[in-house]
């Protein structure tokens, strides 16, 4: 079964501590994509990473890094030094090959609140 | 205008009520999709158009009819709904062919609430 688990539903955490968003996939398929999207308050999911299954490097963008393990099937999203603007639920998502589009199955979510 | 535009982006109709939901992106992509999100639930894929034509129709009841004019457009109209479908509507976009796949981007959905 194609599914992606992000075990932490809420997270609060004050502002300049660090944070890692834990997802875990699932997928049978050797070849495929992960995402990580932010969904502020104002509704709109925002791209921020895509990452394949061949390529297992780390990456980082500012205060962002994001830490893929085939060996657990996990793709852990880190915050470093929270800012209030962090504040949004963040999703996890797995893209599908079965599909000539872009089908993705998305996590739950999850909510992550930096109090001042 | 850029990005995904959806309008309205607040809606309350009645139960026999019917209305339309517009999604616009301004990205040169080729494929369109509706998702569903509810209180407490995973984002939820409703409708799919690539190249124009729908590729997925995921088990949506039919009082949701999608409509996708051109690359451009999609368009979700309701007629009869339920109270249980309040809930955010939420429009993307992205490349339907070369060398992807490609990351979906989002509009800022339109919240729907039947009384």
């Known amino acids: 079964a194609q599914k992606v688990t992000q075990a932490q539903t809420e997270i609060s955490v004050v502002e300049k501590e660090d944070v890692t968003l834990d997802c875990v996939y699932e997928?049978?398929?050797?070849?495929?994509?992960l995402f990580w999207y932010k969904q502020p308050p104002s509704g709109e999911l925002v791209f921020l990473i895509r990452?394949?299954?061949?390529?297992?490097q780390n990456e980082i963008s500012g205060r962002y890094s994001w830490n893929f393990q085939k060996s657990t099937s996990s793709f852990n999203f880190t915050i470093t030094a929270s800012q209030v603007v962090d504040s949004a639920v963040y999703f996890c998502?797995?893209?599908?090959?079965?599909?000539?589009?872009?089908?993705?199955?998305f996590g739950p979510g999850t909510s992550l609140s930096v109090i001042p | 205008e850029t990005g995904v535009t959806q309008t309205p982006r607040h809606l309350v109709m009645g139960m026999t009520n019917k209305k339309s939901l517009k999604c616009e992106q301004h990205l040169g992509h080729n494929a369109m999709y509706w998702y569903k999100q509810s209180a407490k639930k995973p984002l939820e894929l409703m409708f799919v158009?690539?190249?124009?034509?729908?590729?997925e129709n995921n088990s949506v009841p039919s009082r949701f009819s999608p409509e996708c004019p051109n690359s451009s457009h999609l368009f979700l109209h309701l007629h009869t709904l339920q109270p249980e479908d309040s809930a955010l509507y939420l429009c993307?976009?992205?490349?339907?062919?070369?060398?992807?796949?490609?990351?979906?981007?989002f509009g800022p959905g339109t919240r729907l609430t039947v009384t």
């Open positions: 993307a976009s992205s490349q339907a062919e070369g060398t992807g796949p490609y990351e979906q981007y």
């Open positions: 997928t049978r398929d050797t070849t495929y994509y």
């Open positions: 990452r394949n299954s061949f390529d297992e």
């Open positions: 998502a797995l893209r599908l090959f079965e599909t000539s589009y872009d089908k993705v199955i």
């Open positions: 158009y690539s190249l124009e034509e729908r590729v």
